[in-house]
């Protein structure tokens, strides 16, 4: 008994000091994102760093040139096809706010096709006189016919849905309508959605997702829509979607639980039936099989599965209760299943070898096994491959890579060779600039790829200006991609770029990335710092010039890293950022990433978050690089108030710290052409400064 009390009195005086940790925050009212006095400061941070940056010749050139490459009207228009149309969202300097069009697949084929447009989003806001920013379009299965298009204001996740009749090209009077939040909605038939949404108090989770499924009838009101699904509070979300394939049709409802975790339930008539799956597996239907795609290893039907294999068993067999699975692919310590796309008759599999990509087809055969075949791709660089219809055989392949303008072929399955639809142009020079692949090691011993971007017999005395990116999280693999803003604002200008993969991306598929979850997260920011470590030992550069950047988690990286080693480097970009990891999970989204940090509320976990968590560990008495942080007001998924504190902290702290707050454009931080433009120029302009 005296035992129990004295185990409860301290968890008690934790919980106090947690709470008091909290409400002493002396920067806690920079949490209020459309406040006068935090908006305010912010105006003000703008204005200083604009003038400390932007207000010169050289930077109104790389902005112009900057906005010409993403205005230009000979870049790649990629499409989606939809009953026999080709779809293209599209921005210029006409339309900043873009155009929904339209071409069929023949004259795609041409030069210079003659598009329709469908919707113009600027003169709809004009007309509506809202800043709509286009969040995408969900499509009315077989006919294509209707889609429900979603817009944010400013740039913002949560979105406004509406009905959109593609033939008429007009909102349907009366027809369905969602007012802004951050809705999941899908179309069960003509007359018939799934939605969730914001439908008053309890009906959103602690992650401010939907907790709740609906089916909505067409013609009554959104309240009476009747629910279907009910997940817990705690759960990250809930939705229910239909699949509409010919003869193949099914309903689900998937809970997600944590950011990795779901159930998976199966319609048949009005009863939900969970599907005996793993927790942590993804699932995938197309026709008459169920792909499931394994983040842990699994024992069923008498075998065991590994981590990171792609698995298929036909749906009949599944639902009749067999679990002997057909393996599709089987990962090996330096590959990692990158995805899989489904075809009229075959899937091709995409493969990352050592974060190179390789391609094979798989076919089912009439004895229930898989044939598989290598489809040719470009040996270097990322390919990423599309269906153009999953009636047809047909495919899109995307290749790119550092330095060679991205190219768009049209293939089909069985047929030699593809057709180049597209190719972007060069926006830079790239002759005598090279791509190189190398390793650093880490501190436990790990083997850390990066890819280094330099100009050929570029000096190696340790004073290339040079910029280190990574992110390292969320099983998200850093692949290279030709990037105009890089190559105009940073390599052609005679400095070096290198692109990090370090542990907590899925380079190397669910192990690399589950060896820098929560307790392990030290890891990520040890392979980064032994990356930093590596360029200054080859010395392709020194710490006087070396700079690092990177956005959201990628934002909490670099800050961390900053934190933990400041002598390696002299500047450093932090873009969208989490940073206060003590609150992250009570602001906005964070709740829905305890899966991959950790809950900052059970002392044995804020433990190990405080050692790395940048607010928490910047002081007055070490000397950092200069940093710029960059967020957006609208972002209503990283919280804005992670960069605005840090900032002020550390400007209260007399270090060398810019801020800049977008007022528009969301987790993305641009809602538009002109301002993405803007922040490239910014980000670049103090780093060229600062390292050269």
């Known amino acids: 008994m005296r035992l129990a009390v004295l185990l409860l009195a301290g968890l008690s005086c934790s919980l106090r000091a ?158 369905f309508f969602l007012p802004e939040a951050k809705s999941r909605v899908s179309w069960r038939d003509r007359d018939t959605l799934y939605v969730g949404t914001d439908f008053g108090p309890g009906s959103l989770t602690t992650s401010g997702y939907p907790r709740l499924a609906r089916e909505w009838r067409r013609g009554t009101p959104l309240s009476a829509a009747r629910p279907v699904f009910e997940g817990q509070a705690t759960d990250v979300s809930v939705s229910a979607a239909a699949t509409r394939e010919p003869g193949f049709n099914r309903e689900f409802v998937v809970r997600t639980i944590t950011f990795y975790t779901s159930e998976r339930f199966l319609r048949t008539g009005e009863r939900w039936t969970k599907l005996d799956l793993p927790a942590d597996a993804a699932m995938s239907t197309f026709r008459e099989h169920l792909f499931v795609t394994l983040r842990s290893p699994w024992t069923v039907g008498g075998a065991t599965y590994p981590t990171g294999a792609l698995l298929v068993i036909r749906w009949d067999a599944f639902l009749a209760g067999q679990r002997t699975f057909t393996t599709l692919f089987t990962p090996t310590p330096r590959s990692s299943l990158a995805g899989f796309t489904f075809l009229r008759g075959h899937i091709i599999v995409n493969e990352l070898a050592n974060v190179r990509n390789r391609l094979h087809v798989l076919t089912p055969q009439a004895d229930g096994s898989w044939s598989r075949a290598p489809l040719p791709a470009p040996e270097f660089g990322t390919t990423s491959v599309a269906a153009v219809d999953e009636e047809t055989n047909d495919y899109f392949l995307t290749a790119t890579d550092f330095l060679t303008p991205t190219r768009l072929a049209l293939g089909t399955v069985g047929r030699t060779g593809t057709e180049e639809l597209k190719r972007s142009p060069a926006y830079f020079q790239a002759a005598g600039l090279e791509i190189s692949q190398h390793e650093a090691l880490s501190a436990d011993g790990t083997r850390v790829p990066y890819f280094q971007v330099a100009r050929a017999g570029a000096p190696r005395d340790g004073t290339n200006p040079t910029v280190l990116y990574g992110y390292g999280g969320f099983r998200l693999s850093q692949v ?213």
């Open 18 to 175: 947690m709470a008091q940790a909290q409400t002493s925050d002396p920067y806690l009212w920079l949490e209020d994102v459309s406040g006068d006095r935090s908006l305010a400061w912010a105006r003000e941070q703008n204005t200083r760093t604009q003038e400390a940056l932007s207000a010169t010749p050289e930077f109104a050139a790389l902005r112009t040139r900057l906005l010409q490459s993403l205005d230009a009207v000979d870049r790649i228009p990629f499409v989606s096809q939809h009953g026999g149309w080709c779809y293209n969202f599209w921005r210029d300097a006409q339309h900043p706010r873009g155009l929904l069009r339209r071409t069929t697949l023949a004259d795609y084929r041409n030069a210079q096709p003659a598009w329709e447009t469908i919707l113009d989003l600027d003169a709809l806001a004009a007309r509506e006189k809202e800043n709509w920013v286009w969040q995408g379009e969900s499509w009315l299965r077989p006919t294509y016919d209707r889609c429900l298009i979603q817009l944010s204001r400013g740039g913002s996740d949560a979105v406004v849905v509406r009905e959109f009749d593609v033939e008429a090209k007009a909102f349907v009077t009366d027809g």
């Open 480 to 692: 290279p991609a030709y990037a105009a803003s890089t190559g105009i604002a940073w390599l052609e200008r005679g400095g070096v770029y290198v692109l990090a993969n370090i542990r907590g991306g899925g380079e190397f598929g669910p192990a690399w990335h589950q060896a820098a979850l929560k307790e392990n997260r030290q890891r990520a920011y040890d392979d980064f710092a032994a990356v930093a470590e590596d360029l200054i030992a080859r010395n392709v550069t020194a710490p006087r010039h070396l700079g690092i950047m990177g956005g959201s988690n990628g934002g909490l990286l670099v800050a961390a890293v900053m934190a933990q080693r400041p002598e390696l480097f002299n500047a450093v970009v932090c873009r969208a950022p989490l940073l206060d990891m003590r609150r992250y999970h009570r602001l906005l989204a964070g709740a829905s990433w305890m899966g991959e940090y950790g809950d900052p509320d059970v002392p044995e976990q804020w433990a190990y978050i405080r050692r790395y968590s940048p607010y928490q560990n910047v002081t007055a008495d070490k000397r950092y690089p200069r940093v710029l942080f960059t967020t957006s007001t609208r972002d209503d998924r990283v919280h804005p108030g992670h960069a605005r504190k840090l900032a002020a902290l550390m400007q209260a702290q007399k270090h060398d710290v810019l801020y800049y707050e977008n007022i528009e454009g969301g987790h993305a931080g641009a809602a538009d052409n002109p301002q993405q433009a803007f922040m490239s120029a910014l980000a670049y302009t103090f780093l060229w400064r600062q390292l050269k």
